[in-house]
């Protein structure tokens, strides 16, 4: 099958023009979906609230440096942070980075220190393991009713089998979510 390169499209009296990324709710999506302006453009920012936290840490107590790293980093870091499961592992590690300066600066560490105890310390996961928690945690919500309807749509529990299985007792998921109902689709909410 061959790709169609579409340079622009004439809509009405306008001229739109493809773009390589665009952000949409303050994520950035690339045209290969490979995330990587998205990491680098929070890498950037990320960095540069570090570096200013940095200068003046030595005013600052310990929790609120902590308080500001939350606000300026993490919030940045686990922000719609579920889009970024199954990426490749070096751009995990790329805000994996991110994560260790900013703990390394909460508790005044060198750039050389071992990083596992001071996450440890903090009671941060690391970046893989918190966004799989992040997912784990809606699946959970969704499960016992506690999550929106929007998403309550989107997962199905397997029916039992006929047949007397071990997996009988579980509760598992179906690995495709349900199609959504022609209301959500067109729209009508009410």
């Not at 790709?3 to 622009?8: C, P, V």
């Not at 570090?50 to 107590?61: G, P």
């Not at 600066?105 to 105890?117: A, D, K």
Request: aromatic share 12%; proline share 4%; charged share 15%.
């Amino acid at each position: 099958m061959a790709k169609i390169d579409i340079g622009s499209i004439q809509v009405a009296n306008c001229n739109a023009s493809t773009a390589t990324s665009a952000r949409n709710l303050g994520s950035w999506f690339d045209s290969k979906l490979s995330m990587s302006t998205h990491i680098t453009k929070l890498s950037s920012s990320s960095f540069y609230y570090l570096y200013n936290i940095w200068r003046i840490r030595k005013y600052l107590s310990r929790w609120c440096t902590e308080t500001l790293v939350h606000a300026f980093i993490t919030a940045r870091i686990d922000y719609c942070n579920s889009i970024l499961y199954g990426l490749p592992d070096y751009c995990i590690n790329k805000l994996q980075r991110i994560q260790n300066a900013a703990a390394r600066l909460i508790c005044q560490q060198s750039r050389f220190c071992h990083i596992t105890p001071v996450l440890f310390d903090l009671h941060w996961l690391p970046v893989k393991f918190h966004i799989e928690f992040k997912i784990l945690l809606i699946t959970f919500k969704a499960l016992e009713g506690l999550a929106p309807s929007y998403i309550d749509s989107l997962i199905s529990i397997k029916s039992t089998p006929q047949y007397d299985l071990r997996s009988s007792n579980d509760s598992l998921l179906l690995s495709y979510p349900k199609p959504l109902s022609k209301a959500i689709i067109q729209g009508n909410t009410g």
